[in-house]
């Protein structure tokens, strides 16, 4: 393994030379809470986190983005948009990385989304490896420890020092060009992989899927007309909250407006989600999901098995924020998938 350590000094250094050079957008800390915002000082950054309100998903894809620009007066002209300039996102955790890796996937498959895939080349990430689980994580069981790819940094705290492993060759330039650091001795190197060997046991023992990945999609199936969505969604709000908190939902919503001088007007994307009543409403006025336990079930099906059946995995990384911002407690895929499996 080639690894690079920073002191603690130096890393703030290091961020410091990132801000004085661009954008850079870091965790902070938020009334008790943690939220990536821009960094104006590299003491703002936070490391020793637990879990985001919102997922890094929101610099990449943002909740509102403007498509095309138009004139109908006093001719038609149409422009398209792309709003990316670079920027640097520093103290991403490998579940919210893998989740970024399977929207890279998703929007570059088919027809590309230039609008995604231009602002994700335009992304620099420095991820870190968790020091700490929320009481809602449950990455430990969904393959969401640690991923190879998809970072140009990745920082470990190895007791006072940082441990960065260089993912590429921009992030070996970065790392040349402004920070202070020396090679890995062998004592780093066991430390680290102590430290990561640890990490399957950072969750709490409570917040495990009983059922291997690849079981996932049938217990789904076996259950598709399970009195469980009935009885779960009973207590639904239909707020939206779990996607729109998820880091792989990627459904959005197309709107256009006209200026009120009606010459000028745009065309913008919006986040939507499949919870929401009248997501699936089409111009008819019909609804497919008119339901709320078709939509609640939609939701797992979605994440479990449809698109699971594109990535080879599902589209959930564990980091619980599903779970944690569901007022009547039913969004909890631990919950939910354990109960499926014990059903007969």
Aim: overall charge neutral; hydrophobic content about 40%; glycine content about 4%.
């Amino acid at each position: 393994m080639n690894a690079k350590i920073l002191t603690k000094e130096n890393l703030l250094s290091f961020v410091q030379n990132l801000i004085k050079t661009g954008e850079v957008v870091g965790v902070t800390k938020k009334d008790g809470k943690f939220a990536f915002d821009h960094l104006k000082r590299a003491s703002d950054l936070v490391l020793d986190y637990d879990v985001t309100l919102l997922p890094p998903k929101k610099y990449v894809m943002p909740q509102r983005e403007t498509l095309i620009k138009f004139n109908v007066k006093p001719e038609v002209k149409v422009e398209a948009v792309v709003e990316a300039t670079p920027f640097t996102l520093i103290g991403v955790h490998p579940y919210d990385l893998k989740a970024i890796n399977q929207l890279d996937r998703l929007f570059e498959e088919n027809h590309v989304d230039t609008n995604y895939m231009k602002r994700r080349e335009q992304a620099t990430i420095i991820a870190v490896t968790p020091t700490r689980a929320s009481k809602w994580s449950f990455w430990s069981s969904m393959n969401s420890i640690f991923v190879e790819t998809g970072f140009d940094l990745l920082l470990t705290d190895i007791g006072g020092r940082y441990a960065v492993e260089i993912g590429t060759a921009h992030g070996d330039e970065l790392l040349k060009k402004h920070a202070k650091f020396e090679e890995a001795a062998p004592a780093d190197i066991e430390k680290l992989e102590s430290i990561r060997s640890a990490l399957p046991k950072m969750c709490s023992a409570d917040r495990k899927i009983n059922a291997l990945t690849h079981e996932m999609t049938a217990i789904l199936e076996i259950h598709r007309k399970s009195e469980l969505w009935e009885k779960r969604a009973e207590k639904c709000y239909s707020c939206g909250s779990c996607n729109l908190i998820c880091p792989t939902c990627y459904c959005f919503d197309v709107k256009e407006e006209i200026d009120l001088n009606l010459k000028d007007g745009s065309r913008y994307r919006v986040w939507d989600g499949c919870l929401l009543e009248d997501f699936a409403k089409i111009g008819s006025g019909e609804n497919f999901r008119e339901k709320r336990a078709d939509r609640f079930r939609h939701r797992f099906f979605r994440k479990w098995s449809y698109l699971a059946a594109k990535l080879t995995e599902p589209a959930c990384v564990g980091c619980g924020r599903c779970s944690s911002v569901c007022l009547p407690d039913i969004a909890d895929p631990v919950k939910v998938i354990n109960e499926l499996k014990e059903e007969k």
